[in-house]
T-cell receptor
């Protein structure tokens, strides 16, 4: 089945700096890659997603890039703010199994 | 539109008991997926329901089961509870389901299950 690896597990940045979180996946048939933000005690919130026919997608301060050849995708957050502090999860939808497989999460801390 | 709702929010059960959790999807959404979230294993897929039929199942024992009603509301049941079943159980709803199209999934707040 699909396997998703996410790095780093923790990331601290200064307010205003950029943050990058990277994920790799194993199933070359995976075709949908969402990112979720989960604040402490709250539900995972979909923040951005990308499909396999697109290489990059941007929404204000967040962007996601996808490299199908290398089977990796990344989340980029620019001009970070303290409210960006949360756990971020990447996921991949397997083309064959049709289920979302999640990465292990990245705890992002934005220091004021 | 109201978001995904789950009841109850918190539950304490004893080993060997069974439990039923409920999920109401976003109005108009017809697919419901269930996930288990634990500190050690992260977010793991349990199963997905669409049109009252289980479309996909994750790697969990048969003690975990679910169903979906004609109004798209879904329930999951865990029988013969074990200590290791303590977790946050999340459901997510999506607009539709096809074998070839991915639809965005929106999560509910979860049910925190503690097994003692």
């Amino acid at each position: 089945g699909e396997n998703v690896e996410q790095h780093p597990s923790t990331l601290s940045v200064q307010e205003g700096d950029s943050a990058v979180i990277k994920c790799t996946y194993s199933d070359s048939a995976s075709n949908y890659f969402p990112w979720y933000k989960q604040e402490l005690g709250k539900r995972p919130q979909l923040i951005i997603d990308i499909r396999s026919n697109v290489g990059e997608k941007k929404d204000q301060r967040i962007a996601v890039t996808l490299n199908k050849t290398a089977k990796h995708f990344s989340l980029h957050i620019t001009e970070t703010q303290p409210e960006d502090s949360a756990v971020y999860f990447c996921a991949a939808l397997s083309g064959s199994a049709r289920q979302l497989t999640f990465g292990s999460g990245t705890q992002l801390t934005v220091l004021p | 539109k109201a978001g995904v709702t789950q009841t109850p929010r918190y539950l304490i059960k004893t080993r060997g008991q069974q439990v039923t959790l409920s999920c109401s999807p976003i109005s108009g959404h017809r697919s419901v997926s269930w996930y288990q979230q634990t500190p050690g294993q992260g977010l793991q897929f349990l199963f997905e329901y669409f049109s009252e039929t289980q479309r996909n199942k994750g790697n969990f024992p048969g003690r975990f089961s679910g169903r979906q009603f004609s109004n798209s509301r879904s329930e999951m049941n865990v029988s013969t509870l074990e200590l290791g079943d303590s977790a946050l159980y999340l459901c997510a709803s999506s607009l539709d389901w096809t074998p070839w199209t991915a639809y965005e999934q929106y999560f509910g707040p979860g049910t925190r299950l503690t097994v003692t």
